[in-house]
C-alpha cells in the first residue's frame, strides 16, 4: 500500500512559476509510475504529467507540454511538478498519483492517490 501526499500549492500570479512535491511511502517508490492530475471546480479531474518508474518515459497533456516538467527522485521517494508560466486556466486542485508498472493517462488506471493541493493563479 502506498501513500502518496502533495504539497507546494498556493496563490501564484500568471506567468510565475510553481513546484508541487508528492512524498510516497509504504512501497517500492521505484516499481511505481508517478503522474499529476488537476481537476478545477466544476471539472472533471484531468491528466497533467506521467513519469515512467525509472524516470526515462515522461509524458504531457497538450495543454501543459512546454510548460510543466515532471521529475521524480527514487532515493528522496519524490515526485515533482515544475509549473512555469501559469495560466489562470491552470488554477485546480492537483493531485499525485501512483500505479505499479507502465505509465498511463488514464485516470482509472491509478490505485494510489493523495488528497490534492490547490493551485490559485490570479490574473
Known amino acids: 500500500q502506498v501513500r502518496v501526499v502533495e504539497s507546494g500549492g498556493g496563490l501564484v500570479q500568471a506567468g510565475g512559476s510553481l513546484r508541487l512535491s508528492c512524498a510516497a511511502s509504504g512501497g517500492t517508490f521505484s516499481r511505481y509510475a508517478m503522474a499529476w492530475f488537476r481537476q478545477a471546480p466544476g471539472k472533471e479531474r484531468e491528466y497533467v504529467a506521467v513519469?515512467?518508474?525509472?524516470?526515462?518515459?515522461?509524458d504531457y497533456a497538450d495543454s501543459v507540454k512546454g510548460r510543466f516538467s515532471i521529475a521524480r527522485d527514487n532515493v528522496k521517494n519524490m515526485a515533482y511538478l515544475q509549473m512555469n508560466s501559469l495560466k489562470p486556466e491552470d488554477a485546480a486542485v492537483y493531485y499525485c498519483?501512483?500505479?505499479?508498472?507502465?505509465?498511463?493517462?488514464?485516470?482509472?488506471?491509478?490505485?494510489?492517490w493523495g488528497r490534492g493541493t490547490q493551485v490559485t493563479v490570479s490574473s
Open positions: 513519469i515512467s518508474w525509472s524516470g526515462l518515459i515522461q
Open positions: 498519483a501512483a500505479r505499479q508498472g507502465t505509465p498511463t493517462v488514464r485516470l482509472e488506471g491509478y490505485d494510489f
